[in-house]
């Protein structure tokens, strides 16, 4: 069934079109990916579709009674607000209060959080995030519309986001870049590029096989018509007379030919191979370090000798230490004990998740050329604008001003300078956060082609699965070392994606009972406003109800001969008794309330 259908869709910024006539469509089954590249209008769709945003012009048409959920990049909140009062609010709008309070507190638990009352204003932009997508993710809803869902989540986090957005019924549309999880939720991809939706009717590694055949087919029709336009000015050039209408309409079509043929856009690939400064036998060798944050031991002991070809990934639940350990290797921090040596040779790259301050009001190219107007490559010396080019900001990009450019853009930049610097040393710390897939490949092929080590803190499996061959394990205050990629990691320690979704599911479940078993009493027993109104009129929904099963087995005797009327009045006559049932257990537990109230 169709929930929504969004028709000639244009929306623009300043001098940048973003969608272009664009028509898009869900239906209650579907799970889509939205992809594209930083700036290319991703988040601005969902806004449109979410009502938060207006089109310029363009229809959106909705179903009737569609609920929307939406949950943005950047949440805001009520001034004040705790955790569990904007996580239960939300939902006991919807009259569920007293369904939703356990169920809260449980996915608050298996996000990280263990403190429900603590002031959402007062965590750092990460958990805020992770705040709000409990509170969408438990909001009825029939299409779920989430912006980077899996940002600031640690990979046990996002396997269990998997899991359940994977069960969960009902339309959803997401903007993410993280491969896996498009592969393992979606059924269907939606590709935007300059300013057209394409839509794939598949998940993420069909999407990659039928993008390449559609481009292959592209690049195939104009090659056929390069070649058509060939004869044709062959033909024209012999002096052909276009006296005759039939000539006339010929050369009418070759100049309508010519003026359409235009070549396919390829994607971008960026070929760096040698942008690294030379490394000499000293790389960084660290001893015996160790570090700790009050009476929490992040990690003790640790000694590594860095070998000029490594590529590590460093995993760990958030908090563990991952950037704290980046920060002492690029000697931002120093350890509590022990040692970290770095040869004089050495010329670090460091990616930090922060970024550095970009200045707003200079150009993209001025920014780059900051660093270098030119590098050298095995090919020679590349400029600035190509190397710009190479990661995706062309023509006019190039001269933008720094503050017109999207989050995922800035994040993008920053990224291009470091590389420009020549390291043969790469310290990335989450490189991959808001990275559009189409860099996240460029950056993949730069570091396949790198000489020197590379040291990444990453919570995408993908990345790590791709670039990396040794990872190190922050677990229980140790660093643990594990060859091979991040499945390997997985199948090294004996899990398996399904497993450690599920088991954090399970585990967190538990946890998050207990904590609702063990919380705080009122020291006076009360109903909420929401129960006490629930209270005075729950008897009546129940007498209504009573009556429409009576009226229906009326109305079923009737309808004997007549099975399609009948099997409708049976299966309303179901529902019915379904909330009848539900009606009386609350009306008993009201009930019971009321006098344990009564009586204190």
Same mark, same amino acid.
């Given at each position: 069934?169709?929930?929504?259908?969004?028709?000639?869709?244009?929306?623009?910024?300043?001098?940048?079109?973003?969608?272009?006539?664009?028509?898009?469509?869900?239906?209650?089954?579907?799970?889509?990916?939205?992809?594209?590249?930083?700036?290319?209008?991703?988040?601005?769709?969902?806004?449109?579709?979410?009502?938060?945003?207006?089109?310029?012009?363009?229809?959106?048409?909705?179903?009737?009674?569609?609920?929307?959920?939406?949950?943005?990049?950047?949440?805001?909140?009520?001034?004040?607000?705790?955790?569990?009062?904007?996580?239960?609010?939300?939902?006991?709008?919807?009259?569920?209060?007293?369904?939703?309070?356990?169920?809260?507190?449980?996915?608050?638990?298996?996000?990280?959080?263990?403190?429900?009352?603590?002031?959402?204003? +007062? @965590?750092?932009?990460? /958990? *805020?995030? #992770?705040?709000? %997508?409990?509170?969408? &993710?438990?909001?009825?809803?029939?299409?779920?519309?989430?912006?980077?869902?899996?940002?600031?989540?640690?990979?046990?986090?996002?396997?269990?986001?998997?899991?359940?957005?994977?069960?969960?019924?009902?339309?959803?549309?997401?903007?993410?870049?993280?491969?896996?999880?498009?592969?393992?939720?979606?059924?269907?991809?939606?590709?935007?590029?300059?300013?057209?939706?394409?839509?794939?009717?598949?998940?993420?590694?069909?999407?990659?096989?039928?993008?390449?055949?559609?481009?292959?087919? +592209? @690049?195939?029709?104009? /090659? *056929?018509? #390069?070649?058509? %336009?060939?004869?044709? &000015?062959?033909?024209?050039?012999?002096?052909?007379?276009?006296?005759?209408?039939?000539?006339?309409?010929?050369?009418?079509?070759?100049?309508?030919?010519?003026?359409?043929?235009?070549?396919?856009?390829?994607?971008?690939?960026?070929?760096?191979?040698?942008?690294?400064?030379?490394?000499?036998?000293?790389?960084?060798?660290?001893?015996?370090?160790?570090?700790?944050?009050?009476?929490?031991?992040?990690?003790?002991?640790?000694?590594?000798?860095?070998?000029?070809?490594?590529?590590?990934?460093?995993?760990?639940?958030?908090?563990?230490? #991952?950037?704290? %350990?980046?920060?002492? &290797?690029?000697?931002?921090?120093?350890?509590?004990?022990?040692?970290?040596?770095?040869?004089?040779?050495?010329?670090?790259?460091?990616?930090?998740?922060?970024?550095?301050?970009?200045?707003?009001?200079?150009?993209?190219?001025?920014?780059?050329?900051?660093?270098?107007?030119?590098?050298?490559?095995?090919?020679?010396?590349?400029?600035?604008?190509?190397?710009?080019?190479?990661?995706?900001?062309?023509?006019?990009?190039?001269?933008?001003?720094?503050?017109?450019?999207?989050?995922?853009?800035?994040?993008?930049?920053?990224?291009?300078?470091?590389?420009?610097?020549?390291?043969?040393?790469?310290?990335?710390?989450?490189?991959?956060?808001?990275?559009?897939?189409?860099?996240?490949?460029?950056?993949?092929?730069?570091?396949?082609?790198?000489?020197?080590?590379?040291?990444?803190?990453?919570?995408?499996?993908?990345?790590?699965?791709?670039?990396?061959?040794?990872?190190?394990?922050?677990?229980?205050?140790?660093?643990?070392?594990?060859?091979?990629?991040?499945?390997?990691?997985?199948?090294?320690?004996?899990?398996?994606?399904?497993?450690?979704?599920?088991?954090?599911?399970?585990?967190?479940?538990?946890?998050?009972?207990?904590?609702?078993?063990?919380?705080?009493?009122?020291?006076?027993?009360?109903?909420?406003?929401?129960?006490?109104?629930?209270?005075?009129?729950?008897?009546?929904?129940?007498?209504?109800?009573?009556?429409?099963?009576?009226?229906?087995?009326?109305?079923?005797?009737?309808?004997?001969?007549?099975?399609?009327?009948?099997?409708?009045?049976?299966?309303?006559?179901?529902?019915?008794?379904?909330?009848?049932?539900?009606?009386?257990?609350?009306?008993?537990?009201?009930?019971?309330?009321?006098?344990?109230?009564?009586?204190?």
């Amino acid at each position: 069934m169709n929930l929504l259908t969004a028709t000639n869709v244009t929306k623009a910024h300043t001098d940048k079109v973003l969608l272009n006539n664009a028509d898009f469509s869900i239906d209650d089954k579907e799970k889509i990916g939205m992809i594209g590249i930083n700036g290319t209008g991703k988040s601005t769709l969902l806004q449109i579709l979410a009502g938060v945003q207006e089109a310029d012009e363009g229809e959106i048409v909705m179903g009737n009674h569609v609920v929307i959920n939406y949950l943005p990049q950047n949440p805001e909140f009520p001034k004040g607000i705790t955790i569990y009062d904007y996580v239960a609010q939300l939902n006991a709008k919807d009259g569920a209060h007293w369904e939703i309070e356990g169920e809260s507190k449980r996915i608050l638990n298996i996000l990280g959080f263990d403190n429900y009352d603590a002031v959402v204003a +007062e @965590l750092s932009g990460g /958990q *805020k995030k #992770k705040v709000a %997508l409990a509170a969408a &993710l438990l909001k009825p809803c029939d299409i779920l519309i989430l912006d980077e869902p899996t940002n600031h989540l640690n990979n046990a986090m996002v396997l269990w986001l998997e899991n359940y957005l994977k069960a969960r019924k009902g339309a959803l549309i997401m903007v993410t870049h993280d491969r896996y999880f498009l592969d393992r939720v979606c059924n269907k991809i939606v590709e935007i590029d300059k300013g057209k939706l394409y839509s794939y009717e598949t998940n993420f590694a069909g999407f990659l096989e039928l993008k390449s055949q559609r481009e292959d087919m +592209e @690049l195939a029709t104009y /090659q *056929k018509n #390069k070649n058509i %336009l060939r004869n044709e &000015l062959e033909w024209i050039r012999r002096g052909a007379q276009a006296r005759s209408t039939k000539q006339k309409a010929r050369i009418e079509r070759f100049e309508t030919l010519s003026a359409t043929n235009k070549r396919p856009d390829q994607q971008a690939k960026v070929e760096m191979s040698s942008v690294a400064s030379r490394l000499g036998k000293k790389t960084i060798e660290v001893s015996d370090i160790s570090k700790s944050f009050g009476n929490r031991t992040l990690f003790s002991d640790f000694t590594y000798i860095f070998l000029r070809t490594d590529r590590i990934g460093i995993v760990g639940d958030n908090g563990a230490g #991952k950037s704290t %350990l980046m920060k002492i &290797l690029v000697g931002e921090l120093q350890p509590d004990s022990g040692e970290v040596q770095v040869g004089p040779t050495v010329k670090i790259g460091y990616f930090s998740q922060e970024n550095e301050k970009l200045d707003p009001t200079m150009r993209v190219i001025d920014y780059i050329k900051e660093t270098a107007e030119f590098v050298r490559t095995e090919e020679g010396l590349i400029s600035a604008s190509k190397m710009l080019e190479s990661f995706l900001f062309e023509g006019a990009l190039q001269y933008a001003k720094i503050e017109k450019l999207s989050g995922g853009e800035k994040r993008r930049l920053y990224l291009l300078k470091i590389l420009m610097e020549a390291p043969n040393v790469l310290i990335l710390d989450e490189p991959t956060n808001d990275l559009d897939i189409q860099t996240l490949g460029i950056l993949e092929d730069y570091l396949d082609h790198f000489d020197g080590i590379v040291i990444t803190v990453s919570h995408d499996r993908y990345f790590l699965d791709k670039v990396v061959d040794r990872i190190f394990a922050l677990e229980g205050g140790k660093l643990t070392q594990y060859e091979g990629g991040y499945s390997d990691y997985l199948e090294k320690t004996g899990n398996s994606l399904e497993e450690i979704g599920v088991s954090i599911s399970k585990k967190s479940s538990k946890e998050a009972a207990q904590a609702y078993k063990d919380r705080p009493r009122e020291k006076k027993l009360k109903f909420t406003y929401a129960e006490q109104k629930e209270y005075e009129t729950i008897e009546e929904e129940i007498e209504k109800l009573e009556l429409r099963v009576e009226e229906l087995d009326g109305f079923i005797l009737k309808a004997a001969t007549d099975f399609v009327k009948l099997n409708e009045l049976s299966k309303e006559k179901e529902e019915t008794e379904q909330k009848l049932e539900e009606k009386m257990e609350r009306y008993v537990y009201l009930e019971e309330l009321a006098e344990k109230i009564k009586n204190t």
